[in-house]
């Protein structure tokens, strides 16, 4: 998946876009045992997708390749 691709992800909130924003192969898997890969799913008001330059940890969560869909 490219990065600052836009997605769908289980929690999404209306009026709000979700972008792609980093990709890892795995996590701790005590947590999410799943194969990855990963990816940090970050959220923006709808229309600001192209400001995005890089990853705000801050702003965002990591979801399973399978919990995601790319629109």
Do not use: H
Not at 57 to 70: A, H, R, T
């Amino acid at each position: 998946m490219k990065m600052f691709s836009t997605v769908l992800i289980p929690e999404a909130k209306t009026g709000m876009e979700y972008v792609v924003t980093a990709e890892i192969s795995s996590v701790n898997p005590e947590m999410d045992p799943r194969p990855g890969p990963y990816y940090f799913i970050q959220e923006v008001k709808k229309g600001t997708v192209k400001k995005i330059k890089k990853a705000n940890f801050k702003q965002g969560k990591f979801y399973n390749c399978s919990d995601v869909i790319l629109t």
